[in-house]
């Protein structure tokens, strides 16, 4: 499909820009959610263009109707496109055309006839606390370098000791680490506090013993082997190691640390709320996912052990 730069004239082009610097500088949005919004919109401005048989102006877009946005949705879908990415398409229309309404450049219906993609609950798989426990303890078994070991093992253990994603855990500073707890920026730039429980204190320091680098308060904490930020990618690969090495399946990633956080705190009675905050979810809902995850283990539990199964 065409770019917007192509597909549209100066005027839309300037209104998607400023739309951008919004979504950038005011709502915060991580920069891989606002390239995948640049590229939908613009995808979506060469879907008219074409129609059109020319560049989209503002006159055309204010005679936008429902039909066309579903015959642009259908398009994407006949690409292969699935729920959960049509979902995001609609949700960056959506935001643009709104943005065009909030500076009093256009109004436009045409998006209250379309409903959102239907996105199919999938159920996080959680590490068992055996095989979490297992995950962590090995790491020191696979690899020779003592610093490179405490480092992963560190990584892996905010991952399921603290709750963190992966890019949070590799995003922190030597000033963001205090005593028993730690200051994560998540998605969007919000600031949590997670408190930090011993073993995974203790990780961390064996790390900062061994590393063989000078770290400064506003240094990125955990260094690759020449001394530049750790890559996710490293991490990634030694989850891979230890999948092999202890027999676990495909699913059991840095992520699936984070799910098993989740899910046994549940298990052992956790406040659904305060799980919420140490996840950094901006919504309950994301977080009440861990529930059904829960009652699955249990109704499983139940049918393996029932005698009358």
């Not at 059109?52 to 102006?57: A, Q």
């Amino acid at each position: 499909m065409t770019d917007s730069a192509f597909a549209t004239d100066e005027f839309v082009r300037a209104r998607i820009d400023a739309w951008l610097r919004e979504l950038g500088s005011v709502r915060r949005l991580a920069p891989k959610t606002l390239e995948a919004y640049g590229r939908d919109l613009g995808q979506f401005m060469g879907f008219l263009s074409g129609h059109m048989g020319g560049p989209v102006t503002l006159e055309s877009l204010k005679e936008l109707r429902g039909a066309d946005i579903r015959a642009f949705m259908a398009r994407r879908r006949s690409e292969s496109l699935g729920s959960r990415s049509l979902a995001r398409v609609l949700s960056a229309l959506k935001s643009f055309f709104g943005f065009l309404e909030r500076e009093g450049t256009l109004v436009t219906d045409a998006f209250n006839v379309i409903r959102t993609p239907k996105i199919p609950r999938s159920l996080p798989k959680a590490l068992s606390v055996v095989e979490a426990k297992k995950t962590i303890a090995t790491t020191d078994e696979i690899e020779d370098r003592p610093w490179v070991a405490a480092r992963d093992m560190a990584v892996i253990s905010l991952c399921y000791g603290a709750g963190l994603r992966i890019s949070e855990a590799l995003a922190l500073t030597k000033a963001d680490l205090e005593a028993d707890t730690l200051r994560v920026t998540g998605k969007g730039g919000k600031v949590r506090m997670v408190p930090l429980i011993a073993p995974v204190r203790q990780a961390i320091d064996t790390y900062l013993s061994l590393t063989p680098f000078k770290l400064w308060p506003e240094d990125a904490l955990f260094r690759g082997v020449r001394g530049g930020v750790l890559s996710p990618r490293l991490i990634q690969l030694r989850m891979a190691q230890l999948r092999g090495a202890l027999g676990l399946p495909p699913s059991a990633t840095p992520h699936a640390l984070r799910h098993s956080f989740a899910t046994h705190l549940l298990g052992k009675g956790g406040d659904l709320r305060a799980i919420q905050e140490l996840l950094g979810h901006a919504s309950l809902s994301s977080t009440q996912i861990y529930t059904a995850v829960d009652t699955e283990r249990l109704l499983d539990s139940y049918t393996k052990a029932h005698p009358r199964s």
